[in-house]
């Protein structure tokens, strides 16, 4: 009763840390939708959506409206408001009025257009680049995610590794005591000397501190799959699933680096850099080019703000051509055809790179199942060593430091297998992210 009534106590507890299970696509499903740097890259491409409409409206006529209030005694501002305002009159051509006119007034209110017709197609130049811009941002976002999933599935798998390793750092403690106790008994039955149980014990400290170390594996692994997911550090997450072997999709490696060509965000993301840049240069030609614009205005002018004055308005058409700029024009237009070039050398190394990418990844999945193939039997060869080991230091036909060391070696044979698992899953989801096909449903995911 004691013991059940301490449970719901520490349970109760303030700071308690209620658990989470979930499952690895549970995982990557919470991180999709509140990691901050995924947030941060939605952002990024809701702000370059907004640059597409931003751009768009600059193809359009501008108006703006105005309303101002001037009060002077300057004599060209006195006559000109009165012309405007239709009030002025005979006596306002008297020498005195015109030289020293008394202060006045005016309310000005204004409408003013103005709308570039032509500018050698520079501006929908704009438009179409920053409509690259807005997908060039989804391609980043898709390539964040992309390694964002990756990220979840190490920490997951790290988490799941770090348990399996506490499970074998506890077996190790027991192992080692039951050996501990072994030599004491034959100790005390003269059957060996004092050596044999301070051996053991000191093996027993070995193994109750890498046992301290593998707990602190798991906590520091559940403190950083909560930050992939965006959650507090101090999130106690517990895995649904449990660190296993499985059947993974062959390798076919001409068909992946294809893929990868296909489906890779961020090659798609440097083609669309390299049309970008392109336009940049067709931009800079375009300058040379005349420039068409229309302008209108209209404006009432009153002595008071309820009206009472008089109205004009114009409009006009201007056509304009730079025929001299110092070379910067064409210094312009040369750099940016460079930087064309450069582009271009860029997407080819980026190409190349992702082949290799494919390629090393495709080759570190084949060589981590033929580790796995090989750290499996391991692991059954060092137990029955082990067994072999016990039953003749029982016997009397090997001494102390023989069983030790086939409980090492029974230990780091366990210990390498459930790393090599390791291994196969995460150099799996590598590949994946390699051909970028990584992501919520894939097979590094979802088996």
Do not use: C
Request: proline share 3%; hydrophobic share 45%; net charge neutral.
């Amino acid at each position: 009763m004691g013991k059940h009534l301490l449970a719901i106590f520490l349970l109760l507890a303030p700071g308690a840390a209620a658990q989470t299970r979930l499952t690895l696509a549970d995982a990557v499903a919470s991180a999709l939708e509140k990691n901050p740097t995924r947030k941060a890259a939605v952002f990024h491409r809701q702000a370059a959506a907004a640059g597409v409409k931003e751009v768009r409206g600059s193809l359009l006529p501008q108006l703006s409206f105005s309303e101002s209030y001037q009060r002077s005694n300057d004599p060209v501002f006195v006559f000109g408001s009165k012309l405007r305002q239709q009030r002025f009159g005979p006596g306002d051509f008297a020498l005195n009025v015109l030289n020293t006119p008394t202060p006045f007034g005016n309310f000005a209110t204004r409408f003013s257009g103005g709308w570039q017709l032509f500018d050698s197609g520079a501006s929908w130049m704009r438009l179409a680049q920053s409509k690259q811009a807005s997908q060039l941002a989804q391609r980043q976002l898709e390539r964040s995610e992309q390694q964002l999933v990756f990220r979840v599935v190490d920490a997951y798998l790290n988490l799941l590794l770090a348990q399996k390793q506490l499970q074998v750092a506890d077996d190790a403690v027991g192992t080692a005591q039951a050996i501990h106790e072994r030599s004491k008994s034959r100790f005390d039955a003269g059957m060996v000397v004092e050596s044999d149980p301070l051996a053991a014990q000191v093996e027993l400290a070995q193994r109750r501190q890498e046992q301290i170390a593998a707990r602190n594996a798991v906590e520091l692994a559940r403190a950083a799959l909560a930050h992939e997911l965006g959650a507090s550090l101090d999130t106690v997450y517990e895995p649904a699933e449990v660190l296993a072997e499985r059947a993974l999709p062959a390798i076919d490696q001409a068909q992946l680096e294809k893929l990868a060509l296909e489906r890779r965000p961020d090659l798609a993301g440097v083609n669309l850099q390299v049309e970008m840049q392109r336009k940049n240069a067709s931009i800079a030609k375009a300058s040379f080019g005349p420039k068409v614009n229309v302008v209108a205005d209209w404006q009432a002018d009153a002595p008071s703000f309820v009206g009472g004055g008089g109205n004009n308005w114009y409009a006009g058409v201007e056509l304009s051509v730079d025929l001299f700029s110092g070379g910067a024009k064409l210094a312009r237009l040369r750099r940016e055809q460079a930087t064309v070039r450069e582009a271009d050398a860029q997407r080819d190394a980026l190409t190349s790179g992702v082949r290799l990418e494919v390629r090393k990844a495709a080759l570190d999945r084949a060589a981590a199942e033929q580790q796995l193939a090989v750290a499996r039997d391991s692991v059954a060869q060092a137990k029955e060593s082990l067994r072999i080991s016990q039953n003749r230091y029982d016997g009397g036909l090997i001494t102390i430091s023989d069983l030790l060391r086939s409980q090492e070696a029974s230990l780091r044979a366990e210990t390498g297998y459930w790393q090599a698992v390791y291994r196969v899953h995460l150099s799996h989801a590598n590949l994946e992210l390699a051909t970028g096909t990584l992501g919520a449903d894939s097979s590094a995911v979802k088996p």
